[in-house]
């Protein structure tokens, strides 16, 4: 029986049930390792699991001399203002998780990021599978409820999948309608790797603003991003996820499922084809609850013969003849109209451990019945 | 004579009431209406004023009792509808009347407006009625919610139902039907569905699989008034068997005419239907309108010799 998080007195029930709500098991029942950063302070950092490790960015740049090496290898520090920022930080924060050759956690590795004041929060994190490692992540993101103006969260992440290796990262996100949020993450997925990206975020939350990139380098390489974001009345989602094909048998899946209930949805997706022998294709369905905006913008580039790359975007409304056919059935308006929408935003990745997918379903059994 | 069987009927009861009036019910009524059925529960039961019973009506005929003592209704009475499909009047002028336990097969061209009618009986809003009424059971329900008719124990097969992406037909079952898991398998293994409760209902089913999928949702949903759209059109001779057997279920063919309670509308093209359930009444209908009233095997025969076009002229409704 693992021990418990730490988790300060500060943090109160309420905001615990957020944290829940991300994915955070603070009993940490079903989850192999933990770290947790409340506002800047670093909690917690363990793991249970032989051969996988998760540490705080400094400790881990002091222990492995090698690391400076993956440290703003693929996202550079001078991106933009947010990476400026980040990297301008004396003290950075942030955790390295490194899943070392050969391993593989059924039960996932816990990230908790929890917002509980008016500042920004910087966060620099480096997760790394090597050859042959299976790494599954849960990255739960949550605010205090009653956090206030001008609290903000800027997160890079820098993905390495090495040979045969696998990261699955789930990012559930539970912000509060004055937060700002900046994600900015990208990934290098070498031969015969696969890297899984989910993100989630239901709840309200004044900006999310991020465009994830994997650069698929290694021939057979895949990569999937699996998004199912709900825009609230005040929330603007601007999100979109990229991959590079850049190696022969190199293919991408980016599938988005987007609600907006009054808010603005811009769901981006970009897919390169450099190389033969690569397939790609982009999804984007929006549903209109509420009017608001979903404005998908799929881009598809090949640049040689032998790269397949397929889009497809649809915006509308749930369709009446599906309403009517449950309540044929016998279900009630407002019972139809949710089974379709939950089925609407049904999501199953493959190669995801069964807690993970549960812990997805879960999260949008939830944020559903609220409709 | 009013009073005198009311107070009979106080004083000994029900069935020796009907006994008594027996011998004035017209010859083609058949037995069980009188047998069968106690002063009912709910609208049927009720009596409207004192000394009028409404009962079931049981035979295709309307059934007219003297003394004025009892009203029949039928499980569905459908007085001068007419109905709109887009802006434009698909149904005129419709009349029809189902009995308890009876079964009536509706046929016609393409075209003719048959899934229109059981659209509109279902309550879906791209059928406006515009003229009419329908009862069902004695309440009007011509402007009640889909749901609500479902409820009163209406259900519908779909010719054409839409797919719901994301949805496990399974899923679909559990949330309509009261009863465990094992009940709802053991009527999925029946129609060879066992295998699809995982899926998304309707998504990428073959014609003869949407079928199956249609009868499984209705036999968990064990409707009265039993409405099949083409229940057999797309399915290979090994499954119709097995849809005819569960369609008959459905109707409760297995029982006894006194005992069965469940009714139909089915509409068929090619009648392979009717070597599953012995249907009462056969209907033609031509460009909205009923045209024609009869015998179902009798008819069936007569389309498939001369076409629709003989019983165009046919105008005994
Ligand atoms: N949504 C619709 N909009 C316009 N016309 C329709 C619509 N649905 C059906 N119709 C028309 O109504 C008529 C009756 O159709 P339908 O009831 O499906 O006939 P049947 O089931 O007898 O083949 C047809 O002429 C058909 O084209
Ligand atoms: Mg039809």
């Known amino acids: 029986m693992p021990e418990g998080l730490k988790v300060p007195s500060s943090i109160s029930p309420e905001d615990r049930q957020r944290l829940q709500q991300s994915g955070i098991e603070l009993s940490m029942i079903n989850r192999c390792g933990s770290y947790m950063q409340a506002n800047q302070d670093i909690l917690h950092a363990t793991c249970s699991a032989e051969g996988i490790e998760v540490l705080s960015i400094a400790d881990a740049l002091k222990r492995y001399d090698w690391l400076e090496e993956y440290s703003w290898k693929v996202i550079p520090k001078d991106r933009d203002e947010f990476t400026k920022a980040v990297a301008a930080q004396e003290n950075p924060r942030g955790y390295v998780i490194i899943g070392h050759k050969g391993t593989k956690n059924i039960l996932p590795v816990q990230a908790c990021l929890y917002l509980g004041r008016e500042q920004i929060q910087y966060v620099h994190n480096i997760i790394i599978a090597e050859e042959g490692a299976e790494l599954h992540i849960v990255s739960g993101c949550a605010s205090g409820k009653h956090v206030g103006k001008g609290g903000a969260h800027y997160g890079i992440s820098e993905f390495y999948v090495k040979k045969n290796a696998k990261i699955s990262f789930t990012m559930i996100h539970t912000w509060g309608e004055e937060i700002e949020v900046y994600p900015r993450s990208a990934s290098i997925v070498e031969e015969n790797g696969t890297f899984l990206s989910n993100y989630i975020c239901m709840q309200p939350v004044k900006k999310v603003q991020m465009y994830p990139t994997a650069n698929l380098n290694g021939r057979n390489s895949v990569a999937r991003f699996s998004t199912v974001i709900i825009a609230s009345p005040t929330s603007y989602l601007d999100i979109g996820s990229r991959a590079i094909l850049g190696a022969k048998g190199a293919s991408a899946e980016l599938i988005t499922r987007a609600i907006t209930r009054g808010g603005t949805i811009i769901s981006r997706g970009e897919i390169r084809g450099n190389t033969d022998g690569t397939r790609g294709h982009l999804e984007c369905k929006g549903l209109i609850l509420k009017n608001g905006i979903i404005h998908a913008i799929p881009e598809i580039e090949g640049s040689v013969v032998g790269t397949e790359l397929s889009h497809e975007a649809a915006v509308g409304k749930i369709a009446q003849d599906e309403i009517e056919y449950l309540m044929a059935r016998g279900l009630s308006e407002e019972e139809a109209t949710a089974t379709i929408i939950r089925g609407f935003l049904d999501v199953k990745i493959t190669g995801l451990p069964e807690v993970l997918q549960k812990q997805i379903d879960a999260t949008i059994d939830k944020a559903e019945s609220g409709f | ?317």
């Open chain 2, 1 to 317: 004579m009013a009073l005198c069987s009311w107070l009979l009927l106080m004083m000994t009861g029900y069935r020796a009431a009907l006994a008594a009036m027996k011998s004035n019910v017209a010859p083609y009524m058949r037995e069980r209406s009188w047998v069968d059925h106690k002063p009912l529960q709910g609208a049927r039961g009720e009596s409207k004023s004192m000394g009028v019973f409404l009962l079931p009506c049981a035979a295709g005929e309307a059934l007219m009792i003297p003394g004025e003592n009892y009203i029949c209704v039928h499980m569905l009475e459908i007085t001068d509808l007419h109905v709109e499909v887009g802006e434009k009047e698909i149904l005129h002028d419709i009349n029809l009347k189902i009995g308890d336990g009876e079964t009536h097969v509706l046929m016609g061209p393409n075209g003719s407006g048959k899934t229109s009618l059981l659209m509109a009986i279902m309550g879906f809003s791209g059928y406006k009625v515009t003229q009419g009424k329908i009862m069902y059971n004695g309440k009007e329900i011509t402007h009640l919610a889909v749901n609500e008719r479902a409820k009163a124990g209406i259900g519908l097969m779909f010719q054409r139902p839409p797919t719901v992406g994301g949805l496990k037909l399974g899923k679909l079952l559990t949330a309509t039907s009261g009863e465990p898991k094992e009940a709802i398998d053991a009527y999925a293994k029946a129609v060879h569905m066992l295998t699809f409760l995982g899926r998304d209902v309707n998504k990428g089913f073959s014609g003869g699989e949407i079928k199956r999928s249609e009868i499984l949702q209705l036999m968990v949903q064990h409707p009265d008034f039993v409405m099949l759209d083409e229940p057999e059109s797309g399915v290979d001779l090994e499954n119709i068997s097995l849809i005819g057997a569960a369609i008959g279920k459905l109707l409760e063919k297995d029982l006894h005419i006194v005992h069965r309670k469940k009714s139909g509308l089915i509409i068929t093209h090619t009648g392979f239907i009717l070597d599953y359930l012995d249907a009462d009444v056969g209907l033609m209908m031509c460009d909205g309108v009923i045209k024609c009233r009869g015998n179902p095997r009798e008819m069936l025969k007569e389309i498939k010799e001369r076409g629709y076009r003989e019983c165009m002229e046919c105008q005994k409704v």
